[in-house]
């Protein structure tokens, strides 16, 4: 029995210890391709990443904006407004890349896969 409960303390041990060494961080600067319903475009967002709380830039064809956001996991939630049409960017995240669906205002949506810059 304590071979057993040792035996499933060190599987639990484990994957914790494991699911920690995977957090991500999107701290840096990433180029994201959009495509939505009324076009595409390559906007730059510049992040910056504490805990789950992302703040940063957006400089695309819509002009310029401050982001906020958060990533919980994996889980990726980005927006910013342009003269005041907020658009969000809802997704998935790992290390070196950022995919989801893109909603520009209500006027447009689409999707959007972007990747670090070197």
């Not at 595409?40 to 830039?57: A, D, M, R, W, Y």
């Not at 695309?60 to 342009?82: A, C, M, P, R, Y």
């Amino acid at each position: 029995m304590k071979t057993l409960l040792l035996f499933f303390l060190l599987i639990f041990t484990f994957g914790f210890v494991a699911q920690a060494q995977t957090k991500i961080d999107l701290t840096g600067t990433w180029t994201v391709d959009v495509q939505t319903d009324m076009g595409s475009g390559n906007p730059t967002f510049v992040l910056k990443q504490e805990g789950e709380k992302i703040t940063g830039t957006y400089s695309g064809s819509l002009g310029d904006s401050q982001v906020t956001g958060t990533l919980k996991g994996n889980v990726l939630h980005l927006e910013f407004s342009i003269q005041g049409n907020r658009i969000t960017y809802d997704g998935t995240a790992t290390e070196s890349s950022i995919s989801g669906k893109v909603n520009l205002a209500d006027m447009a949506s689409g999707t959007f896969s972007g990747k670090r810059k070197s």
